[in-house]
């Protein structure tokens, strides 16, 4: 009889859950173009742009848009959403930039003021154009480089070194506001621990970057249990790297020096 009723259930469960994917597969299907949905936008922007170039999403209702979303990877996550109590009105404008080359899919989605919601999509083509190409990042020095960043190790123990991992921040527009660049993680590097070699090949990484924006450089030492220690003596704890002036000389290297951190880091990069 139990196992009746734990059939029973987990039919019930199944049923249950099957219909509610199926009613959402025909909200979907009948917001895409099937004559009965009332509610439909449609999405204007260029086709092509280069990398960090502003792409301006302009949304376009026949009808007041309460809620918009935006993703990246066809609404598995979603990168913004938000509802406006007054409405958007029926047009409102979304902005992205990418530094990734090739083809990004933008999905938005709409919700209009009883709940109907559609979801449209556009395909932008990411270009080259003027980006630098960082492959390389070499750190000479830092201070106290070779000794003691880990007391807890006698100080002929090479476990003394900092573990060492670098971050870069980058730029990014505000996908609500096209004159506002906040600065988000761009990259991460692996830990080298004890110093390792101090040299992160990342040409696979794809870190473009027009030269016009600049970077924010920091470094740390790994500690244990996930603590990290600053070990560019902050504040300041990132320091700007620039690509601007080196525009017309294209230099195959760029030296990020802070003498008195004791700071020098050479990035490698390719001009197009
Ligand atoms: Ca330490
Ligand atoms: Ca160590």
Redesign the pocket.
């Given at each position: 009889m139990k196992k009746i009723i734990t059939l029973f259930i987990s039919l019930l469960i199944l049923s249950c859950s099957s219909s509610d994917d199926s009613s959402e597969v025909n909200n979907r299907i009948n917001n895409n173009g099937n004559s009965n949905a009332t509610f439909s936008i449609d999405l204007t922007s260029n086709r092509t742009a280069v990398v960090d170039e502003i792409i301006s999403v302009d949304i376009t209702g026949n009808e007041n848009i309460m809620t918009l979303e935006a993703s990246l990877d066809d609404f598995q996550t979603t990168i913004f959403n938000q509802t406006n109590s007054s409405s958007f009105g029926a047009s409102s404008t979304l902005y992205f930039n990418f530094d990734e080359l090739g083809n990004k899919t933008i999905s938005i989605k709409a919700i209009n003021n009883s709940g109907e919601e559609i979801i449209k999509t556009i395909t932008v083509t990411i270009l080259r154009g003027d980006a630098v190409k960082i492959t390389s990042i070499e750190v000479v020095s830092f201070s106290n480089i070779h000794n003691t960043?880990?007391?807890e190790f006698l100080n002929t123990d090479v476990n003394r070194l900092?573990?060492v991992f670098l971050l870069l921040r980058k730029p990014k527009v505000n996908i609500i506001d096209s004159s506002s660049f906040p600065l988000r993680d761009w990259f991460r590097s692996e830990t080298k621990e004890n110093q390792g070699d101090l040299i992160w090949d990342v040409s696979s990484h794809n870190l473009y970057i027009n030269p016009n924006f600049s970077l924010r450089y920091s470094m740390a030492?790994?500690?244990d249990g996930g603590m990290s220690?600053d070990i560019m003596l902050g504040p300041p704890f990132e320091r700007e790297v620039t690509f601007v002036e080196h525009i017309t000389t294209q230099p195959t290297t760029i030296t990020l020096s802070i003498p008195n951190i004791d700071l020098e880091v050479v990035f490698t990069v390719e001009w197009n």
């Open positions: 960043w880990d007391p900092a573990d030492d790994v500690d220690q």
